[in-house]
């Protein structure tokens, strides 16, 4: 069974600090890894999404980076704003047996100080 | 484009009553997707549909049926609610599974079953 881990629970930070979030996931065999975020209240938006095939994706000041072979993912923030106080939802599809059951971490609450 | 849209917002139950969620989207998806968001456990598949007439169970099915008869719309029923329903839905859906699409979702349904 998958498992999808997220570290830290919670984090703060102050305004334009870089910041790095962590994502790992017990079973390798995967179609593709995503990074979602998930304000207050508010359904999920998805920022960025890997293929199994690729090693990261970029968007904006969000970079993320996908090592299969060792069950991690990275999400890195650049010049970290308040508005990216929410948070963020690391989520795996998997292949085999259901091809179409995404895997979700419980998430890592961001905070940014102005 | 309205995206995906969910009926209602917010519903309070008492425990052995019934109720419909409504999902609809507007993008011509072939697949759908119902989940629940509880505290530390994160978003779990309860059914999802492959298309028009197709539906087929999650991850935590038990005491929720389904239906998609119109490839817009997707419905979750609970035929009598309990209290460990208690949580918030969202519906998601996206184009195909197969690894390049991401899901997107719905603003979710809080739903307290007293």
């Known amino acids: 069974k998958q498992e999808v881990t997220q570290i830290p629970a919670a984090l703060s930070v102050p305004e334009g600090e870089n910041l790095v979030l962590n994502c790992s996931f017990t079973d390798s065999a995967i179609y593709n890894l995503q990074w979602f975020r998930q304000d207050p209240g508010k359904g999920l938006t998805s920022l960025l999404l890997?293929?199994?095939?690729?090693r990261e994706q970029t968007s904006g000041r969000l970079n993320a980076s996908l090592d299969k072979s060792s069950g991690r993912s990275t999400l890195y923030i650049a010049a970290s704003q308040p508005g990216d106080s929410a948070t963020y939802l690391c989520?795996?599809?998997?292949?085999?047996?259901?091809?179409?059951?995404?895997?979700f971490g419980k998430g890592t609450l961001l905070t940014v100080n102005p | 484009n309205a995206g995906v849209t969910q009926t209602p917002k917010f519903r309070v139950l008492k425990t052995g009553q019934s109720m419909t969620l409504l999902c609809a989207q507007d993008?011509?998806?072939?697949?759908m997707y119902w989940y629940r968001q509880d505290p530390g456990m994160g978003l779990r598949l309860i059914h999802y549909s492959v298309g028009e007439g197709t539906t087929a169970k999650g991850e935590v099915p038990d005491g929720y049926n389904v239906s998609r008869l119109k490839k817009q719309n997707f419905l979750l029923g609970l035929e009598s609610a309990a209290p460990s329903q208690t949580s918030v839905y969202f519906c998601a859906s996206s184009y195909s599974a197969g690894g390049i699409d991401t899901q997107y979702f719905g603003p979710g349904t809080r739903l307290t079953v007293l």
């Open positions: 989520a795996v599809l998997n292949s085999g047996g259901s091809n179409y059951k995404l895997t």
């Open positions: 993008m011509n998806h072939e697949y």
């Open positions: 890997i293929q199994s095939s690729q």
